[in-house]
């Protein structure tokens, strides 16, 4: 399954599912003081594309070291794909990545997982993998829709009171299904490359 720039964008911001995290957003944000919000947003997704980035660049290299191919990569990558899609759809998630609120997150839990989870690591490392002399298109892509996601960060408050909360439920939920046909196509050609093309 190649990639274009666009589609590669779209995968990434459906896998990073800025608006679908917009709960997680506001409850963890609802314990750090207002005039640290931004800050605190801006160092999380700084975090979580540099891990990101780490696993792109890095991405033939581990598959050589681990003696991955890139057919076991991409039906891995779509299952784990799958299994976020169905808990998009099904699961309200809000609570996944609770926190107790006494402390500012660090790393945990906005830019690992939320942010740089297994799914977002599979879909760089297959994009890199698949498609290397694009590394500067996908670089492009993690860049911008990290960027997404980090104004849907820092403004989460304010769009879940413009859009209301079943209007972001409905987004998750659109955004799932969405994935989910991805997942299944990443899946079915996966397979199509292991049974009926030459290693």
């Known amino acids: 399954m190649d990639h274009t720039f666009a589609s590669a964008l779209v995968l990434l911001l459906l896998v990073l599912d800025p608006f679908g995290s917009l709960p997680i957003f506001i409850s963890v944000m609802r314990g750090v003081a207002p005039e640290r919000r931004r800050l605190v947003a801006l160092r999380e997704a700084g975090i979580a594309f540099a891990v990101l980035l780490a696993f792109m660049v890095a991405g033939d290299g581990f598959l050589s070291i681990m003696h991955l191919s890139e057919r076991s990569l991409e039906v891995a990558g779509g299952v784990i794909l799958l299994i976020i899609a169905i ?9 996944i990545y609770a926190t107790d609120g006494s402390r500012e997150p660090m790393i945990f839990p906005l830019a690992v997982p ?5 799914s977002a690591m599979a879909t760089v490392l297959l994009l890199a993998s698949r498609q290397p002399e694009k590394l500067w298109s996908w670089v492009g892509a993690l860049t911008l829709a990290m960027a997404v996601s980090t104004v849907v960060m820092v403004s ?4 879940r009171k413009l859009i209301g909360t079943p209007m972001v439920s409905a987004l998750e939920k659109l955004m799932g299904l969405v994935l989910t046909a991805i997942a299944t196509e990443m ?9 009926f093309e030459s290693p």
């Open 87 to 95: 808990r998009m759809i099904f699961a309200s998630g809000g609570e």
């Open 114 to 118: 939320l942010l740089a989870g297994p």
């Open 156 to 159: 989460a408050e304010r769009i």
């Open 187 to 195: 899946v079915l050609a996966g397979l199509k490359r292991y049974f």
